[in-house]
């Protein structure tokens, strides 16, 4: 469904994306996950046509130039930048990019109340945009990018910025579409996100992708071992015979056998409060991958 090999684009002397290649079938969630300026957005404006390669193959259903209108049908874009007008109300919005993607008549009628209610801006559908939140904006940011029923479906860090409440339901959505069949791209820089949507991960790092497998599978390769966070009563006189690293009265340390560990610390004679196993997770294997936090 979608295919891309050596993707790359530059800004002036900047290397925004510096060689991508990858390959998404048909119904497939898939996510690029890096920091801010790892190229995400870059590529996914050249995937939709917006913006031109430097060079690069692009496929999307066996079409090779998203900027053509029969092409661009079967896209649908949530842009990471909102774009909404917002002296026009969700409906009127809806009706404008459903036009832009062909539709007409009692079919655009009917996709723009589809889209209403999937957004859940059915009640509000005529009040201005510029009259919303930013969870509301941005729910009808991704009905827009749905509204001519899509086949492929980019979707650009779609949760910034909104509250919990809407992220939720914007991952409920995301997933019936995934249920659907549609072809999902997924940009984030939260691994949660990653965790939880996605089959397959590519991490990326400076334009290029570092590691691109499921996530239990990178997890596996990339993670590293387990590691135990423990809360002590009160500490020994003695704490350089612990593990790890102290925190106050907090204890951190790999193992590769957590679940023996209270029992160990206990033989030590030590008292604790709380015990946490912190299990390999993206977030590490980031790190371990880039030398810095997906955070920083
Ligand atoms: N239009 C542009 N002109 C110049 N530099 C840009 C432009 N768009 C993006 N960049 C730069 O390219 C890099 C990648 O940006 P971007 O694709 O937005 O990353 P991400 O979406 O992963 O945060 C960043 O260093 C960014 O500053
Ligand atoms: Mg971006």
Redesign the pocket.
């Known amino acids: 469904m979608i295919h891309v090999h050596d993707l790359r684009k530059a800004?002036d002397s900047?290397q925004?994306v510096a060689g991508v290649s990858f390959d998404v079938p048909q119904g497939e969630t898939f996510g690029l996950l890096?920091p801010?300026?790892?190229?995400?957005?870059?590529a996914i404006l050249m995937l939709t046509g917006v913006l031109q390669p430097d060079a690069g193959v692009i496929h999307i259903n066996g079409e090779t130039d998203p900027t053509q209108p029969q092409v661009r049908r079967h896209i649908g874009l949530a842009p990471?930048a909102l774009s909404l007008y917002e002296m026009l109300s969700a409906e009127e919005n809806l009706s404008f990019f459903g036009k832009l993607y062909g539709l007409l008549g009692p079919r655009l009628r009917q996709r723009v109340d589809v889209a209403l209610n999937l957004a859940r801006l059915t009640e509000r559908k005529h009040d201005r945009v510029g009259t919303y939140s930013s969870g509301m904006k941005r729910r009808l940011n991704l009905a827009c990018a749905l509204v001519h029923d899509p086949a492929v479906v980019f979707l650009d860090e779609p949760t910034v910025g909104v509250d919990p409440q809407s992220r939720n339901f914007l991952f409920e959505t995301i997933e019936d579409l995934a249920r659907q069949g549609r072809t999902i791209l997924y940009?984030t820089h939260y691994m949660e996100e990653a965790e939880r949507l996605c089959k397959r991960v590519a991490i990326v790092d400076n334009g290029k992708i570092l590691a691109l497998d499921t996530v239990p599978n990178l997890v596996a390769q990339h993670g590293g071992v387990p590691a135990v966070e423990i809360e002590l009563d009160e500490l020994p006189g003695d704490t350089t015979t612990l593990p790890g690293q102290l925190e106050g009265k907090v204890l951190r340390f790999d193992s590769e056998a957590p679940q023996e560990e209270p029992a160990r610390l206990a033989q030590m004679g030590l008292k604790f409060s709380s015990f946490r196993l912190l299990k390999p997770n993206l977030e590490r294997v980031f790190l371990n991958l880039t030398g810095k936090s997906l955070r920083d």
Do not use: P, S
Request: glycine share 24%; proline share 0%.
């Open positions: 800004f900047l925004a890096g801010n300026g790892a190229g995400k957005t870059t990471q940009t």
